[in-house]
């Protein structure tokens, strides 16, 4: 079973920066692609932006392009989600995923995190 526990959530003010942080248990990091994903109040869980397996290939939705940038380091067994120029709309619960299997732009992935809350003030 895969683990994953994300960190670094919390209170920004609008305009600033916040980098999460998703650590995924397991020898075999490297072969899951991996995502981070958002749901705010009321709202459906939404994409955010995806990583190929080897980290050279990201992708994101329109509403962050920009200002938000996936990373991850096999070494480490992590995938970060740098996020800059927050907005009050980014204010939200944020989830990694991971996936053993499927092309690195699948929409479905296998295991989730807790999820960490990130709340943007004006």
């Known amino acids: 079973q895969v683990q994953l526990v994300e960190s670094g959530g919390g209170l920004v003010q609008a305009g600033g920066p916040l980098r999460l942080s998703c650590v995924t248990s397991?020898?075999?990091?490297?072969?899951?692609?991996m995502g981070w994903f958002r749901q705010a109040p009321g709202k459906e869980r939404e994409f955010v932006a995806a990583i190929s397996r080897s980290g050279s290939s990201t992708y994101y939705s329109d509403s962050v392009e920009g200002r938000f940038t996936i990373s991850r380091d096999n070494g480490k067994n992590t995938v970060y989600l740098q996020m800059n120029s927050l907005k009050r709309e980014d204010t939200a619960v944020y989830y990694c995923a991971a996936a053993p299997t499927g092309r690195w732009l699948d929409p479905w992935y296998d295991y989730w995190g807790q999820g960490t809350q990130v709340t943007v003030s004006s």
């Open positions: 397991g020898r075999t990091f490297s072969s899951y692609r």
